[in-house]
C-alpha cells in the first residue's frame, strides 16, 4: 500500500510558475511509477506526465512539453511537477498517482492516487 499526497497548488498570474509536489508513505517509494494528471470542471482526467522508478525515463503531455518537467528524489520518497510559463487553460485539480507495474499514461493503469491539489492560472 502507498499513501500519496500532493502539495504546491495555489493561484498564479498566467506567464507565472509553480511546482507541485508528491509525498508517498508506505511501501517502497522507488519500486513505483509515478505521474501527474489533472482535472478541469466538467472534463476527464488528463494525463500530464510521468516518471519512471528510477527517474531515467519520463513522459509528457503536448501540453505540458517544454513548460512542465516531472523529477523524483527517491531518498525523500517525494516526486515534483515543476510548471513554467503557465496558462488559464493549465487550471485545475491535478492529482499523483503511482503503479507499481505500470509506466504512462493511462490512469486506470495506476493503483494509488493523492486527494488532489488545486491549480488555478489568472489571465
Known amino acids: 500500500q502507498v499513501q500519496v499526497v500532493e502539495s504546491g497548488g495555489g493561484l498564479v498570474q498566467a506567464g507565472g510558475s509553480l511546482r507541485l509536489s508528491c509525498a508517498a508513505s508506505?511501501?517502497?517509494?522507488?519500486?513505483?511509477?509515478m505521474a501527474w494528471f489533472r482535472q478541469a470542471p466538467g472534463k476527464g482526467r488528463e494525463f500530464v506526465a510521468a516518471?519512471?522508478?528510477?527517474?531515467?525515463?519520463?513522459l509528457y503531455a503536448d501540453s505540458a512539453k517544454g513548460r512542465f518537467t516531472i523529477s523524483r528524489d527517491n531518498a525523500k520518497n517525494t516526486n515534483y511537477l515543476q510548471m513554467n510559463s503557465l496558462k488559464p487553460e493549465d487550471s485545475a485539480v491535478y492529482y499523483c498517482?503511482?503503479?507499481?507495474?505500470?509506466?504512462?499514461?493511462?490512469?486506470?493503469?495506476?493503483?494509488?492516487w493523492g486527494q488532489g491539489t488545486q491549480v488555478t492560472v489568472s489571465s
Open positions: 498517482a503511482a503503479s507499481s507495474r505500470y509506466y504512462g499514461d493511462n490512469p486506470g493503469s495506476y493503483d494509488y
Open positions: 508506505g511501501r517502497a517509494f522507488r519500486m513505483y511509477d
Open positions: 516518471i519512471s522508478w528510477d527517474g531515467e525515463s519520463t
